[in-house]
């Protein structure tokens, strides 16, 4: 590592003249960020496909155990096991990381500091290179003999450490591998990130003059790097415990089964920050420029933000209450957990005020913005409640759980996603994307999202365990009413799905035949929006100077009511 | 391999920035804090496993040779000297610090060398990475120093190379991005050493 | 208003339910040794990333401040 980053950097001290390529050297091996970005945005849309269709199987498991599924077959212990590891994997480190953070943070962070590209362009390649081979690797771990791994995507030991546990002898492997190449992958890209939007802004852009989507962006990058050297030691280690025979994690050599724990979630609470922020981002943007108002309380999001970042590091052991730590211990990580909802629910307090006054468009990115603000609380509220150790006793690994993550979860994953593809679609693509197909497909997916999770606090509640493949083997568990519940729950999943359909037809017929989207649709401030659209190689013609700050909407005495960053007189 | 020799293209203009600080040394930080946390992990891991073990090294199992691995240390901690000096002198005195670079990675060769012999002679006593927790932690802790070091040589490699080089500059701030991880790999030396040997 | 007390007074009793947590049967080695060893690295672990931000947050500042000097003079 030391030495690609020594090798590479005087790349940028150097021009080069403009030539044509060939498709395949522009598509597949190109170093302009916006190629790079939209290769993330396409892995990462394809992996969803393939983790919903995962969930699918599972919940239809569920709702009608022992069926066989269309489209999928039987669902056996073993693949009902495989399958909901996988969708976890899948849906934080190949959905939510790599679309978030890796293709928004590609597409974005240069256009809008106003520069030509990253500042490491090649190691910007190697990431997503890297990225790719992992996706090869997961897929290679579903087909090896024992199937894919099924120990859960926290995949704790000693299961996952001896295959005579898990069954899975080299699919647990494989896994382990594909999951640390994409810690790699991210690694490099985050330097990246961090270090581009320190260094390659445009003159005259202060630290409080870069929209807060790139400032949450590089903090999450910063988290990101920050917590996830004890996962690729631990990694190491539980990939020695598989394939050299070491008993790290393995007490019946001497080894310590928390530990691992210890390691797992020192990066996976940080994780869940890393992928909020983003999210965040993303809706602050959104939310000024529709609300034609200057975002609220700038200075202070931003170092609420900070504040987060901090804080998350000191909280994680809240996923361990009932693994068996010193119940001192948990104590304090209570009194963490709790704290950290301050902070988030600061940072949501200033959306709600930047709302407030404003006059309001419903366009359909506004809209999802809108719906990730709502479903968010849900799912902070519902933290709160299993961040107190003694009620977590009961709520541990119940569908509570489930659904308390699954409220924060989807808002930012796929909430988050959608809200910035339709925000800046025209700017990827150059058209407009239909907007009465785009609000149908938020109808259908935020509606049938509810119906998916408020049913399954619910059935936590009433003590349904996770990672259970039949419940009808539970007498408690079996009765007409809870399992009227599950099927209620899988009906609006496959209705969710199906309403995804609209959104597949808008994305791809717009891309063809959508309207011919101007460089500035939604009247915007920011600096990627003063360049045509798509952007052309290279972004700026000129490249820009800033004299004000992202948020100068409705500003008195102009003509116009937005002000964008780099207009020197009045508008 | 060849994805990443692929020819690139190029942009057409070259932002001029003027940067907070070298863009090498910046994401050589960024990628130091990452190492910082790895090591953490690491000797958290060391301690854990280490205080549920009922004795310390396990009955039967060999002894680490403390004094030999401290003389060893000694020629890393002189690399760090050496290549303190070099940068000192890199636009002064260009063929000096050219040497001290080459001495430098000399002697981290020596360390790594060494440091391998010695695994060669515990295997051959019987620790190996199976053979108790113990093994395993130590070939686990002093594998991955010992690959930062190779690490951090081939870096300075790359260096010496580009000084030598007649087409590609070596800029004092690419050194300089080396150096810090040089620094970085000799730094945590002592506290591993402390840690594992000593202790 | 006249609950605010009892809220606070419930909550700050509320810390004290780690007694029955501790009750809780969970398995966990009895040793000592290994429980210090949890809270040493705990502590290790989580003051470690913040005071490298914390610093990392300096640092950056201080170039920032040293970059726009240039820009003034
Ligand atoms: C506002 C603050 C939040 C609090 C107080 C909180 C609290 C908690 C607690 C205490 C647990 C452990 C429950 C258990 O396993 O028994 C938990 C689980 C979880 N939380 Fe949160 N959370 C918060 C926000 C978030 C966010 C923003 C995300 C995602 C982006 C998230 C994702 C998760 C996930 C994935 C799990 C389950 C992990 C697993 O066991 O598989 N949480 N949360
Ligand atoms: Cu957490």
């Known amino acids: 590592m030391g030495q690609t980053t ?5 790349h940028a001290a150097h021009g080069h003249d403009h030539h044509e390529q060939s498709f395949i050297m522009k598509y597949f091996f190109s170093t302009d960020h916006k190629i790079i970005g939209l290769q993330y945005m396409f892995t990462g849309m394809f992996m969803a496909i393939v983790g919903g269709y995962f969930a699918y199987a599972f919940r239809m498991q569920l709702a009608f155990p022992g069926m066989e599924v269309p489209l999928y077959g039987t669902v056996g212990p073993g693949q009902y096991n495989m399958l909901i590891t996988n969708h976890g994997a899948i849906m934080i480190f190949w959905v939510a990381m790599p679309v978030l953070i890796a293709a928004f943070g590609n597409i974005l962070i240069p256009l809008m500091i106003g520069c030509d590209d990253m500042v490491f362009p090649r190691l910007n390649r190697l990431s997503y290179q890297i990225f790719l081979l992992s996706v090869v690797v997961l897929f290679m771990s579903f087909f090896v003999q024992g199937g894919g791994f099924g120990g859960a995507w926290t995949s704790y030991p000693p299961l996952s450490a001896v295959a005579e546990y898990n069954l899975t002898d080299w699919g647990a492997s494989l896994w382990l591998i594909a999951v640390a190449l994409e810690f790699v992958a991210f690694l490099i890209g985050g ?5 581009t939007s320190m260094n390659a802004r445009a003159p005259g852009m202060r630290m409080t003059d870069i929209p807060i989507v790139v400032w949450m962006i590089v903090l999450a990058s910063i988290m990101f790097m920050a917590s996830v050297g004890p996962l690729i030691a631990g990694s190491v280690m539980l990939l020695m415990d598989q394939r050299v025979g070491t008993t790290f994690f393995v007490p019946s050599g001497g080894g310590d089964p928390v530990l691992w724990q210890h390691l797992f979630w020192f990066f996976g609470h940080p994780e869940v920050y890393v992928v909020l922020l983003p999210a965040l981002g993303i809706v602050a ?5 529709f609300a034609r108002k ?14 987060t970042g901090g804080l998350a590091f000191v909280v994680w052991a809240h996923h361990q209450f009932i693994a068996g730590i010193d119940p001192r211990m948990a104590n304090i990580f209570l009194v963490t957990t709790l704290l950290i909802s301050i902070p988030i629910a600061e940072i949501l307090f200033s ?16 809209l999802w913005a809108l719906g990730f603000l709502v479903t968010f609380l849900l799912g902070g509220v519902t933290g709160i409640y299993l961040g107190s150790s003694a009620l977590d006793i009961y709520f541990h690994d119940s ?13 930012i994953a796929i909430i988050g996603m959608f809200a910035g593809l339709y925000h800046w679609y025209p700017k990827m693509f150059g058209r407009m994307m239909d907007e009465t197909l785009g609000k149908i497909h938020f109808w259908g997916t935020i509606i049938p999202f509810n119906g998916i999770f408020l049913p399954l606090f619910l059935v936590g509640m009433a003590g349904q365990h996770r990672r259970i493949y039949n419940f009808q083997h539970f007498p408690d568990l079996a009765t007409a009413d809870l399992q009227g519940i599950r099927v209620f729950a899988t009906v609006s999943l496959v209705t969710m799905l199906l309403f995804q359909f609209v959104f597949a037809y808008n994305f791809f017929v717009s891309m063809f035949k959508g309207e011919k989207a101007p460089a500035n649709p939604w009247k915007s401030n920011t600096l990627e929006w003063t360049v045509p659209s798509p952007p052309p190689h290279g972004n700026f013609a000129e490249l820009p100077t800033v004299y004000r700050g992202p948020y100068e909407y409705s500003v008195p005495g102009n003509k116009e009511d937005y002000w964008p960053q780099n207009m020197p007189d009045r508008n | 391999m060849i994805l990443l020799v692929a020819p690139e293209i190029p942009a057409n203009s070259n932002a001029e920035r003027r940067q907070l600080v070298s863009s090498s040394i910046f994401a050589t930080v960024i990628l130091i804090m990452t190492e910082v946390m790895f090591f953490a992990a690491l000797i958290s891991a060391y301690m854990i496993i280490r205080s549920g073990a009922e004795e310390w090294p396990p009955w039967g199992q060999p002894r680490l040779p403390v004094f030999a691995t401290a003389l060893n240390s000694l020629t890393l901690l002189a690399s760090a000297f050496c290549l303190h000096r070099s940068v000192k002198v890199f636009s002064s005195q260009s063929s000096q610090s050219k040497q001290l670079l080459a001495l430098t990675i000399a002697l981290g060769t020596v360390f790594v060398s060494v440091q391998g012999y010695e695994w060669v002679q515990l295997i051959s006593f019987g620790l190996t990475i199976t053979s108790s927790t113990y093994g395993g932690v130590f070939y686990l802790i002093i594998g991955a120093h010992g690959l930062h070091v190779i690490g951090g040589l081939l870096a300075l490699l790359a260096c010496l190379r580009r000084l030598n080089s007649t087409s590609q500059q070596l800029t004092i701030d690419n050194l300089r991005a080396a150096q810090i991880f040089w620094y970085f790999v000799v730094g945590v030396w002592p506290v591993l050493y402390t840690l594992v040997y000593l202790l | 208003m006249k609950a605010v007390p009892a809220i606070v007074i419930t909550g700050l009793a509320s810390l004290f339910l780690h007694f029955d947590v501790q009750a809780c049967a969970v398995c966990f080695s009895s040793s000592e040794n290994t429980r210090a060893a949890f809270y040493l690295t705990t502590a290790f672990l989580t003051v470690l990333p913040v005071a490298m931000l914390i610093g ?7 170039l920032q401040q040293k970059h726009d000097a240039v820009d003034q003079s």
């Open chain 1, 285 to 289: 943007e959104i939310m000024t420029t």
């Open chain 3, 56 to 62: 990392g947050f300096y640092w950056v500042r201080k």
């Open chain 1, 351 to 366: 959306y709600v005020a930047t709302l407030y006054g404003g006059s309001i468009e419903f366009r359909t990115p506004m």
């Open chain 1, 6 to 10: 020594v090798t590479h950097d005087s």
């Open chain 1, 191 to 195: 330097i990246n990130f961090v270090t």
């Open chain 1, 294 to 307: 200057k975002l609220f309380g700038y200075k202070t999001i931003l170092y609420t933000t900070f504040a």
């Open chain 1, 399 to 411: 569908y509570f759980v489930i659904a308390h993550f699954h409220s924060t979860f989807f808002p």
